[in-house]
């Protein structure tokens, strides 16, 4: 341990003991009140950041010219960065005297679907993807991790004068195909710009906005992806006796590996796994050679998953052996562990948060099926939390659900977060969980 991180972390443990016994604690109402009133004047440009940002999204790994927009942002406000971490992922360092230093990460990417949204700022952007061009949608949100990123950078800046410590501000590439945060990492993210003492995230879902929640513990799922290839023997349609088909297998296999879900494992346990894209044959009268299909495995529990991937290698290989197929080939890949929020970090911030938002600070009583790859920072040794911001309108929220409906999600075509109390609820959150961790 260096002399500078072993002083940082003494630094941290007092700074903890302090607001543990509420000597020192920040005066929550009126750093919130400080941060609303500079937003009034900042939101236009968070605004305009956050519209040319959605209208020009970038698949993982393709992050150039928004990487380039934050790195900008964050030089004028003073940071230091450091640009192509990890392919395209951005480090901007603020140190404001000794005191812990502290991660706050956004992410890059967009995902490769076509918006639906009809918004003014809708997406019509392209990008290359396994050598197609493929509509690009910011469906998931990050667009508003990166403009409350900014701004709560901006308003860290802003009140230096009543904290101490170091800020690490991350603009992390692909966390939809999963690879983006270890990248950093294998990169030297921590051997290059020192390690956090700890860390803080959010991201927005279908909530009433204003709202955030958190939860200490089990936050998000295991996610791994799943494909698997069905060899057959291809042949004429009206000739089946003489070929393996795999279309079959395909379609067997996608009903019965439910049962490794409803029969295998605890049903108090969570556990799901999705087909989520099938590829196989080219015409009505043609039995194809092979199916490829492509899945997403999520639990939180690492026995759960084990039991899932056993079960559903074992199911794919049962089902060729029904077809006298060639055994399949199964292929796992793991796109992110559970995020494991910190209990005590957990509590610290949901004080702050109760203060500043009342009961629009919810703590969750479930972890959340979506997972997450800011799991790789946690696992690294950086102590986090990792909250949900909400993004839609309450009144919206509530005409869905008497349809007996939702508003759209993440990762739909339609998902569409109200930009301005979404953006500033992000805003306050972050920048009071920061504050008050860096107490002088
Ligand atoms: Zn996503
Ligand atoms: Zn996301």
Redesign the pocket.
Known sequence: MSPRRAVRLLMFACASALVATGAHARDVARDKAAIDASLDKTYPHLDALYRDIHEHPELSFQEAATAAKLAKEMRALGFEVTEHVGVTGIVAIYTNGKGPMVLVRT?LDALPMEEKTGLAYASHATQMLGGKPTPVDHS???DIHMAAWVGAAQQLVAMKASWHGTLMFIGQPA??TGGGAEGMLKDGLFARFGKPDLGFAQ?VGPAPYGSVSYRAGVNSSNADFLNVTFHGRGGHGSMPNLTIDPVMEAARFTVEVQSVVSREKDPFAFGVVTIGSIQTGSAGNIIPDTAVLHGTIRTFDAGVRAKLLEGIRRTANATAAMSGAPAPEVEFISSGKSVINDAAITARTEKVFKAAFGDRAVYAPQPGP?S?DYSEFIIAGVPSLFWGLGGYDPKAIAAAAANGQTVPG?HNPYFAPTPEPTIRTGVEAMTLAVLNVMNP
Do not use: T
């Open positions: 992410e998931c949100g990050h966390e939809e991201h979506p997450e993440n």
